[in-house]
C-alpha cells in the first residue's frame, strides 16, 4: 500500500498562495460551526518522523480560535501509564463536545513503535487493533468526527531530511538519536505501518494517506482534507440528527424466567457465624491485598443494587481492613456538567484502577441501561448500543490484568419498604431517604425488568455479574467478601503460574 504512494508529487508555489488564504478561512467557519453545534473533532496525524506532522498541525491551528482546539503530542508510555489500562491516557485526552483535538501520534503508538520497539508483547498489540476499532466505533456513534492522516515519504527522503534538520541551527534540537535509530529500522516501521492502516481502516474512521514530502502540498492536502471530511461529517449529522432523549416504555412484565426470578431471599446467618466469617475475610483479603501489589493484579468492584439494598454498609465491611494506600471508592451520582460534555464512559476510564490496586465504584456505568434508560436521559439508540460498549469497555479492562466483580444486591419489594420507613423513622438514617427513592420504587416494574436484561446481556466469562440475596445484610456482606477474595486470589495464582 505505502509503496505505491507518489511522494514526488509536488505543489506550485502560485497555486499553494491562491488556495492557502481561502481554505483557512473557511477551515475557521468550520471551527465555529462545529462549537455551535456541539460537535467533538478529534484530528490524528501520523506517520514517519521528519515528515511534517507538526508542521501540518501548525498550520491548521494558526487559524483557528485557540479557546476551541487543543493539541496532544504522544511518546511511549511513561512508569505510571503502564500501570494503567492503556487506552486510560486517551480516554483523558478527549475532546468535549464542540472542541477540536489534534493527536501528533495518539493511540497508535501501540501498534508502531510499541511493536517495533518491542515494548509490549506481540499478544497485546495484536489484540490492540480490535481495541482502537471497537474505539473509534463508540466515539463515533457519539457523534464524534474522526480524521486520521497517515503522512509518508520514502526511506531516502526521510534521511535526506533527518541530515537537512541536523544542519540547521533552528532544528537542530528537534531530532534525536532516536529519531536516527528508527530510521535505521524503517523496512520494519513500514511492515507495521501497513498493518495498523489495513487493520484499522474503518466506515466511521478511514485513514488519508498524505504525500509529505513537499511541504505545499502536504500543507494543503491536510487542511483540505479536514475541511472537507469536517463539512461532509456536519451534514451528515444534520440530516440524521441523533433522536432526542425518551422515557422508553419498559413493558410492565418482562419475560418469564429472569436471573432475578431465581433469586433465594430466605438466606439468612446468625451473628455469630457473621462475625467469624466477616472476620476471616477481612484478614484473607488483606493478605490477598499485599500479594496483588507485588503481582500488579488489579481490581474494580462494582456495586449495584435497589434503594436500601445495603451497598454501603457492604462497602464498609469490604475495606475495612484493608490498607487505605491500595485501593479506592468511587461513588457514581448525576454526571456534572464537564462529564456531560464527554462521552458516558468518560468519567469511568478515569476512575478505572491502576495494576495491583482496588477500586470499587458505587454504582456505576451500569446507570446508563437501567436510570438513564427508563428516565429517557438517553436514546432508544443509545442504551442499546451500551450493552455492547459496556463489554467491550470491560473486556479491555480485563486484559490489563484486572479482575472485573459485579455485585448486584437483590432484595424484595416488601423488604425495600421496610428498610425506608426505618430511615424516615432513624434521624440518623432519614437523609438518606429522598423523594427520587421514592420515585424510583413507583417504577419497580420497570428496573425489575432493565436489571435482568442488564445482567443477561453483560455478563460474560470475563466479568460476570454476582446477584447477592441481601433480604439479611449479614448474609449480604459475607457473600460478597468471600467472592471478592475467591476471585482476586484465584486471578494471582493464575499470574504467578504464567510467570
Not at 491551528?61 to 503502564?82: A, C, I, K, M, W
Not at 489484540?127 to 492522516?149: N, P, Q, S, T, W
Not at 532516536?178 to 511492515?191: F, K, M, S
Not at 486471578?491 to 510467570?499: L, P, Y
Request: one cysteine or more; a neutral charge.
Amino acid at each position: 500500500m505505502l509503496e505505491s504512494v507518489d511522494t514526488s508529487i509536488r505543489t506550485e508555489k502560485e497555486h499553494y498562495k491562491e488556495c492557502l488564504p481561502w481554505l483557512k478561512t473557511g477551515l475557521r467557519e468550520l471551527q465555529q460551526h462545529a462549537r455551535e453545534t456541539q460537535v467533538p473533532v478529534i484530528v490524528v496525524l501520523e506517520g514517519w518522523d521528519t515528515a511534517g506532522k507538526g508542521d501540518a498541525i501548525q498550520h491548521v491551528t494558526e487559524v483557528l480560535d485557540p479557546r476551541g482546539f487543543v493539541v496532544h503530542y504522544t511518546t511511549v508510555p511513561n512508569s505510571q501509564e503502564r500501570e494503567e489500562p492503556w487506552l486510560k491516557r486517551f480516554w483523558e485526552r478527549l475532546p468535549h463536545r464542540g472542541q477540536i483535538a489534534f493527536f501528533e501520534r495518539s493511540w497508535y503508538t501501540r501498534v508502531l513503535q510499541e511493536r517495533v520497539e518491542r515494548l509490549t508483547a506481540p499478544s497485546r498489540w495484536k489484540r490492540a487493533y480490535k481495541e482502537i476499532v471497537h474505539f473509534e466505533r463508540l466515539l463515533a456513534d457519539d457523534g464524534y468526527l474522526i480524521i486520521k492522516f497517515w503522512l509518508h515519504i520514502t526511506e531516502k527522503e526521510q534521511r535526506k531530511h533527518l541530515k537537512a534538520a541536523r544542519k540547521d541551527p533552528f532544528r537542530r534540537f528537534t531530532v534525536t538519536d532516536e529519531e536516527w535509530v528508527r530510521h535505521g529500522h524503517y523496512n520494519e516501521y513500514l511492515q507495521a505501518a501497513e498493518d495498523l492502516l489495513v487493520e484499522t481502516e474503518s466506515p466511521h474512521a478511514p485513514w488519508t494517506l498524505v504525500e509529505a514530502a513537499d511541504k505545499r502540498h502536504r500543507r494543503l492536502k491536510v487542511l483540505e482534507e479536514i475541511s472537507r471530511q469536517l463539512r461532509e461529517g456536519m451534514e451528515k449529522l444534520e440530516r440524521e440528527p441523533v433522536s432526542p432523549p425518551s422515557s422508553i416504555q419498559v413493558p410492565e412484565e418482562g419475560p418469564p424466567g429472569g436471573p432475578l426470578d431465581k433469586v433465594d431471599l430466605s438466606h439468612t446467618l446468625e451473628e455469630a457465624e457473621y462475625r467469624a466469617r466477616l472476620q476471616d475475610a477481612q484478614l484473607r483479603l488483606r493478605m490477598i491485598q499485599h500479594e496483588a501489589h507485588r503481582t500488579k493484579v488489579g481490581i474494580g468492584i462494582v456495586y449495584e443494587g435497589w434503594d436500601a439494598a445495603g451497598k454501603g454498609g457492604n462497602i464498609r465491611r469490604l475495606v475495612a481492613a484493608l490498607d487505605p494506600r491500595g485501593y479506592t471508592v468511587v461513588p457514581i451520582s448525576k454526571p456534572t456538567k464537564e462529564e456531560l460534555a464527554q462521552n458516558y464512559l468518560w468519567r469511568f476510564w478515569k476512575e478505572v484502577p491502576r495494576k495491583g490496586s482496588m477500586t470499587i465504584y458505587d454504582r456505576s456505568w451500569y446507570g446508563r441501561v437501567m436510570v438513564e434508560r427508563i428516565e429517557g436521559f438517553c436514546t432508544k439508540a443509545e442504551a442499546k448500543r451500551a450493552y455492547r460498549e459496556i463489554n467491550e469497555f470491560e473486556a479491555q479492562l480485563t486484559d490489563s490484568s484486572i479482575v472485573i466483580l459485579k455485585f448486584w444486591i437483590h432484595i424484595s419489594r416488601d423488604e425495600q419498604l421496610r428498610r425506608f420507613e426505618r430511615r424516615k423513622e432513624d434521624p440518623h438514617k432519614a437523609w438518606k431517604l429522598t423523594d427520587e427513592d421514592w420515585r424510583n420504587r413507583e417504577k419497580w416494574d420497570q428496573y425489575l425488568i432493565a436489571v435482568n436484561d442488564m445482567i443477561e446481556r453483560t455478563s460474560t466469562k470475563v466479568a460476570p455479574w454476582t446477584v447477592i440475596e441481601g433480604n439479611c445484610k449479614r448474609w449480604a456482606r459475607v457473600q460478597a467478601l468471600e467472592t471478592v477474595c475467591d476471585a482476586w486470589e484465584k486471578a494471582i495464582e493464575e499470574r504467578n503460574e504464567a510467570s
